[in-house]
Each structure stands twice: as structure tokens, then as C-alpha cells.
């Protein structure tokens, strides 16, 4: 099972990414999606997470400015960032629960003016 991320890059504060991440190989079937996020020195967190029937969770800190979505067809979860704030800056996963866990090599978001 392969993960591809995509969609990080240098914005400004107050600036919008929106993040793919696509899973493909030998998949069963995957009942969770999600990104997490890991900043220089800190932990890994949980960003979001969204199950196959559409169920969203979110991190306090991102709750109203990000929003996660997938489409089951295409075995992606998008997550869809506006009003980034320079603390939002991090290295950020994909990971799907399917027969088994999986994360991706992680996209790099910068805020910065």
C-alpha cells in the first residue's frame, strides 16, 4: 500500500492550501482517513480524520479554518486549509485505517510572510 501526498508548499498568513493524499495498492476496504501534523521539536498531532461514511473529527486548534474530505472512489482524503496561521507550520501525514494502518512520507506546509 502506497500513499502519495501532495499539496504543501510557502503561503502567507491568512493564505489557503488544499492537501491530496492517494492510497493505492492492495486495499480491502478503508474505514478511517485522517492527516496528522508534526512541527520541528514537537509531537505528532492529530489534524483530522474522516470515516467512510463521512463522520469528521478535528483538532480544536483547526476547527472552523480546515476542512476534510474524501472520495471513496479514488481511495483520496483532501484536507482543505484556509486562514493558516504561521503555527500551522508542519510536516504533514495522510494515514488510513484499513486491514491495517498506513501513513504517507509527509507534505511539508509552510506559513510565512
Known amino acids: 500500500v502506497l500513499l502519495q501526498a501532495s499539496g504543501g508548499g510557502l503561503v502567507q498568513p491568512g493564505g489557503s492550501l488544499r492537501l491530496s493524499c492517494a492510497a493505492s495498492?492492495?486495499?480491502?476496504?478503508?474505514?478511517?482517513m485522517g492527516w496528522y501534523r508534526q512541527a520541528p521539536g514537537n509531537q505528532r498531532e492529530l489534524v483530522a480524520t474522516?470515516?467512510?461514511?463521512?463522520?469528521?473529527n478535528y483538532a480544536n486548534f483547526v476547527r472552523g479554518r480546515f476542512t476534510i474530505s474524501r472520495d471513496n472512489a479514488k481511495n483520496t482524503v483532501y484536507l482543505q486549509m484556509n486562514s493558516l496561521k504561521s503555527e500551522d507550520t508542519a510536516v504533514y501525514y495522510c494515514y488510513i485505517q484499513s486491514q491495517y494502518g498506513y501513513w504517507g512520507q509527509g507534505t511539508l506546509v509552510t506559513v510565512s510572510s
Open positions: 495498492g492492495s486495499i480491502f476496504s478503508i474505514y478511517v
Open positions: 474522516i470515516t467512510s461514511d463521512g463522520k469528521t
